[in-house]
C-alpha cells in the first residue's frame, strides 16, 4: 500500500499488443493496493519519426524559434502513448486518466530540446489518486513560464518520471527497459558480464554519464538529489510475475553505503563512442583563458564532457575536451569563429573517431592502485592512451574508437567483474 | 494590408514536400503585406491512424473517460503540422510561431469529440503579428474550464480559421482545400457539375449540412453568425499564382443577397449517405412523446438530422428520425433499453441503407412549385420517396441509397444546373 511510480521506455509501448501488456502490469500493482502513477515515453520510432520530418523541412537551422518548434512537434509521441496508455488501463476496468507534461503542470526552463525540470505541481494528480485513479503523465516533456511545451532531450522521461516520484514522495520509481538491470558493462561487448543487484548512487552516476545508457544521467541526479529509491528493470518478464518477486528483480540504486557487505573496487566498466575530442593548440597560459574557450561552446549549449589542461611550455599551452559527435561540426565552427581570433591559439584540431573507457567504483575511494592498473592492462594490450581524467570513483582515458571493444573486456576480466561478488 | 487567415485541409499538409508549398504560398501573402494567420489540419491519415491504435486498445467503449483520452490523442496530428508548417516558414525565411489550441486559448465546452468552441484569447496572437511574425494554430482542438483537451469532431479545423477569424475581426478567411470551390453538386456523381462563384451564407448552410462536404457546417454557421467574409479555394494551384487571381478564385460565401445579379432558383444539389433512418412505431401522441423519444438520444451525444412525425391514427403515431449511419445500432440499443419501455411503443424499426438529396436555393423563398418538381423528377425515374423534410430554401428527400446517384443527376439536369447562369 504504498505510491509507486512506473515508467515504460519506448520499446514496452512499442505496439498496441505491448501497452495492453504494460496496462495488464500496471493493474497488477494497482489490484494489490498501489496508487500508481505512470510515466510512459512515446513508442518506439515515434520521436525518430516526427524528428525527421522537421529535419525535411530545416535541414541546418538551429535557432531558438526551430528550437521551440522541435518540441512542439516531438512532445506529441508521448502524448499519444499517455493517452493510448489510459485507454488500455480503461479496457482493463480501472478509472486512468492521462495528463500531458503542461497539463500537471511540470515546469522547465526555456532551454527548448534540453529543458530542465524545475518544479511539478501535483495537486491534480494527488485528487485522481485520492479518487482511486491510475495516472498516467507525459515524460520528456514540459512548460516554461511563457507557456511554451519544452522537451528534456532524449531519454528525458526517465528524468520526468523520477521528478515525479521526488515531487510526490515516492515508496520507488521503478524503470521499466529493454534491460533486466544495470551490468557490469555492455553484455554485447564482454558476454561475461553480470548483472548488479545493488548498485550506488555514485557509480550509477558515473555508470550513466559515461554510456552506460539505462537512464538518461539527469533521473540519476534527480533520484540522488531527493534520494528516490530507483529500481531499474525488465519489462520483458511476463506482466503476472509474482509481484513480491518482481519487486526484487533488477537493479536498486542505493544510497547507503553500508548497504553493500563487501564493496568491489570496481563496479563496471563504462565507454562512451558518442563523443569526439577537440584541441585548441597554444593558447596563451593564463587567468580566464578556460572561460574565453569555453564560454562560447556553453552559450551555444553544447555540452563538454571532458576537459583537459596541462601545465604550458613558454606561456602557451594546449586546451582539449570533448563534445558529443553530432556536436563536432558546429563546436569546430565556433572555435574558428569566435575562440582563434580572441585567444591567439595557433589552431584548432580535432578526432571524431575517439571513445572513452572508465572504470568506475566507489571501491576506488579507499583502494590505491587502481588507476595503474588500468593503464598496464591497457599497455599490455598495445592500446595508447590519449587522454586520462580520474575522479574519487572512476579513472576515464580516451583511446582510438578501434581498441574499445579489446579495452572493455581486458579491464572487465582484470577487475574480476566476470565473478559473482561474495 | 489586411488580416487574412488560411485554412489548410489534411491534403495540402499531406508531406513535407505540400507543407513546403503551404509555407510558399502563405510567405507570399505576408510578403505582400498581409497579417497572416494560419490553421492547418492533421497530415492526412494521421487523424485516422491515431484513432485506429486507440480502437484497437479499446473497440467499443464511449465512456467519457475514453472519450477524454481520445482527444488527447487525436489533438496531436494538428500539433505535429503546426509545428512543422513554422519550421517550413522559418526555412522560407520568415519569423513564424505556432501554437496548439490551448496555448491561444481556444476555450470550448468539455463534449469530448465533438466540442465546440466558447472564447478565443487573441492577446497573444496578436502581439505576434504586431512583431511581425506568422502565427500558426492548431486547428480542430481546443481546452476545457478543467484545462482538458478537446477537439471540435471531423473537419473542426475549418471551424476552427473561421472561429480564429471572427474572434480576430479578419479581411476575409480561405479555406484552402482539394476541391477548387462549391459545385452545383459533387462533380464524381454529375459531371456537368458547374463551380458557384458565389454562393449565399444560407445556402451554403443548407449545403454543407446535407453532405457537400466543402466545410464543416459549423464553421458555415460560425462565419454566419460573425460576418466572417469565407472563400473556399483550390489548394493545388502553383503556390506562385498571381496573389490577386487567388484572391478572386473559388467560391465565396456571400451575406448580402442582391450581389447576385440573378438568382438561380435552385444553386444545388446536395446529398448525404452517412445516415440510418430509424422509426418508433405506435407511440401514444400526446405532449412530450417527442422530447420523451428524442431526449435520450440527445443526452447520449448523438446528432439527430431529419425528424418527421405525421398525423396520428386511435391516438398512436409513428415517430421518425435520422441518425449518422455510425450511431445507428447504438441508438436503435438506446430507443429499446430507454424509450420502448417508458412509452409503450410497439416496436423500433430502421434501415441504414438510405440516403438523402436535396435541392438548395434561396430562390426557393419566392418560387412556387420547386418542391413538387423535385418530386416529379424523382417518380419519373421511378424513384420512391421514403422521408420527406423541407425548409424555407429547401427540400430533403431519404430515398434508397441505391438510387442516389440516378437521383441527383436527374435534378441537377432538370433544375438546369448544368447551365452558365446569366
Given at each position: 500500500?504504498?505510491?509507486i511510480?512506473?515508467?515504460?521506455?519506448?520499446t514496452?509501448m512499442?505496439?498496441?499488443?505491448?501497452i495492453r501488456?504494460?496496462a495488464?502490469?500496471?493493474?497488477?500493482?494497482?489490484?494489490a493496493g498501489?496508487q500508481m502513477?505512470?510515466?510512459?515515453?512515446?513508442m518506439?520510432?515515434e520521436?525518430?519519426r516526427l524528428?525527421g520530418?522537421a529535419k525535411?523541412?530545416?535541414?541546418?537551422?538551429t535557432t531558438p524559434?526551430l528550437?521551440?518548434?522541435?518540441?512542439m512537434?516531438?512532445?506529441?509521441g508521448?502524448?499519444?502513448?499517455v493517452g493510448l496508455?489510459a485507454?488500455?488501463l480503461?479496457?482493463?476496468g480501472?478509472e486512468?486518466v492521462?495528463?500531458?507534461?503542461?497539463?500537471v503542470p511540470v515546469?522547465?526552463?526555456?532551454?527548448?530540446?534540453k529543458?530542465?525540470?524545475?518544479?511539478i505541481?501535483?495537486a491534480?494528480?494527488?485528487a485522481?489518486?485520492?479518487?482511486?485513479?491510475?495516472?498516467i503523465i507525459?515524460?520528456f516533456?514540459?512548460?516554461?513560464?511563457?507557456?511554451?511545451?519544452t522537451?528534456l532531450?532524449?531519454?528525458?522521461s526517465?528524468t520526468?518520471a523520477?521528478?515525479v516520484?521526488?515531487?510526490?514522495?515516492?515508496?520507488?520509481?521503478l524503470?521499466?527497459t529493454?534491460v533486466d538491470?544495470?551490468?557490469?558493462t555492455d553484455?554485447r561487448?564482454?558476454?561475461?558480464?553480470r548483472r548488479?543487484?545493488?548498485v550506488?548512487?555514485e557509480?550509477m552516476l558515473?555508470m550513466a554519464s559515461l554510456?552506460?545508457k539505462?537512464l538518461q544521467i539527469?533521473s540519476?541526479?534527480?533520484?540522488g538529489?531527493y534520494?528516490v529509491?530507483?529500481?531499474v528493470?525488465?519489462?520483458?518478464?511476463p506482466?503476472?510475475?509474482?509481484?513480491?518477486?518482481e519487486a526484487?528483480?533488477?537493479t536498486l540504486i542505493t544510497f547507503?553505503?553500508d548497504?553493500?557487505?563487501?564493496?568491489a573496487?570496481v563496479?563496471?566498466i563504462?565507454f562512451?563512442?558518442?563523443e569526439?575530442?577537440?584541441?585548441?593548440?597554444?593558447?596563451?597560459d593564463?587567468p580566464?583563458?578556460?572561460?574565453?574557450?569555453?564560454?562560447?561552446?556553453?552559450?551555444a549549449?553544447?555540452?563538454?564532457d571532458v576537459i583537459?589542461?596541462?601545465?604550458?611550455?613558454?606561456g602557451?599551452t594546449d586546451f582539449s575536451f570533448t563534445?558529443?559527435?553530432n556536436?563536432?561540426?558546429?563546436t569546430?565552427?565556433?572555435l574558428n569563429?569566435?575562440?582563434?581570433p580572441?585567444?591567439?591559439?595557433t589552431?584548432?584540431?580535432?578526432?571524431?573517431?575517439?571513445c572513452?573507457v572508465?572504470?568506475v567504483?566507489?571501491?576506488m575511494?579507499s583502494?590505491?592502485?587502481?588507476?595503474s592498473?588500468?593503464f598496464?592492462v591497457l599497455?599490455?594490450?598495445?592500446?595508447?592512451?590519449?587522454?586520462?581524467t580520474?575522479?574519487?570513483?572512476?579513472?576515464?582515458?580516451?583511446?582510438?574508437?578501434?581498441?574499445?571493444?579489446l579495452a572493455?573486456?581486458?579491464?572487465h576480466k582484470?577487475f574480476?567483474?566476470?565473478?559473482?561478488?561474495?
Amino acid at each position: 500500500m504504498a505510491l509507486i511510480v512506473h515508467k515504460y521506455g519506448g520499446t514496452s509501448m512499442g505496439s498496441t499488443e505491448r501497452i495492453r501488456n504494460v496496462a495488464k502490469r500496471v493493474a497488477k500493482w494497482a489490484r494489490a493496493g498501489h496508487q500508481m502513477v505512470v510515466v510512459p515515453s512515446a513508442m518506439s520510432g515515434e520521436t525518430n519519426r516526427l524528428l525527421g520530418l522537421a529535419k525535411e523541412l530545416s535541414p541546418a537551422s538551429t535557432t531558438p524559434a526551430l528550437l521551440r518548434e522541435l518540441d512542439m512537434i516531438a512532445s506529441t509521441g508521448e502524448q499519444v502513448s499517455v493517452g493510448l496508455l489510459a485507454i488500455a488501463l480503461q479496457a482493463e476496468g480501472l478509472e486512468a486518466v492521462s495528463y500531458t507534461g503542461w497539463q500537471v503542470p511540470v515546469r522547465t526552463d526555456s532551454s527548448f530540446t534540453k529543458a530542465r525540470i524545475q518544479s511539478i505541481d501535483d495537486a491534480r494528480v494527488r485528487a485522481d489518486l485520492a479518487a482511486g485513479r491510475v495516472v498516467i503523465i507525459a515524460g520528456f516533456q514540459g512548460l516554461d513560464e511563457n507557456d511554451n511545451i519544452t522537451t528534456l532531450g532524449r531519454g528525458g522521461s526517465d528524468t520526468s518520471a523520477v521528478a515525479v516520484a521526488a515531487a510526490m514522495k515516492a515508496h520507488e520509481c521503478l524503470i521499466y527497459t529493454d534491460v533486466d538491470g544495470v551490468y557490469t558493462t555492455d553484455p554485447r561487448i564482454v558476454p561475461e558480464a553480470r548483472r548488479l543487484a545493488t548498485v550506488s548512487f555514485e557509480e550509477m552516476l558515473e555508470m550513466a554519464s559515461l554510456g552506460s545508457k539505462v537512464l538518461q544521467i539527469r533521473s540519476v541526479e534527480f533520484a540522488g538529489k531527493y534520494r528516490v529509491p530507483l529500481r531499474v528493470l525488465s519489462s520483458f518478464t511476463p506482466w503476472d510475475i509474482d509481484i513480491a518477486e518482481e519487486a526484487r528483480s533488477g537493479t536498486l540504486i542505493t544510497f547507503e553505503e553500508d548497504e553493500k557487505m563487501e564493496q568491489a573496487v570496481v563496479a563496471g566498466i563504462a565507454f562512451n563512442r558518442d563523443e569526439a575530442k577537440i584541441t585548441v593548440l597554444g593558447v596563451p597560459d593564463k587567468p580566464g583563458i578556460a572561460f574565453q574557450i569555453l564560454g562560447p561552446v556553453a552559450e551555444a549549449n553544447i555540452d563538454i564532457d571532458v576537459i583537459i589542461q596541462n601545465v604550458s611550455h613558454d606561456g602557451k599551452t594546449d586546451f582539449s575536451f570533448t563534445v558529443h559527435r553530432n556536436d563536432y561540426a558546429r563546436t569546430i565552427e565556433l572555435l574558428n569563429t569566435k575562440v582563434v581570433p580572441q585567444t591567439a591559439a595557433t589552431n584548432v584540431v580535432g578526432d571524431p573517431k575517439i571513445c572513452k573507457v572508465s572504470i568506475v567504483g566507489i571501491g576506488m575511494r579507499s583502494h590505491v592502485g587502481v588507476a595503474s592498473k588500468m593503464f598496464r592492462v591497457l599497455a599490455d594490450e598495445g592500446i595508447n592512451i590519449q587522454m586520462i581524467t580520474t575522479s574519487e570513483i572512476k579513472t576515464s582515458v580516451v583511446i582510438d574508437e578501434k581498441y574499445m571493444e579489446l579495452a572493455v573486456r581486458a579491464l572487465h576480466k582484470a577487475f574480476d567483474l566476470d565473478q559473482p561478488t561474495g
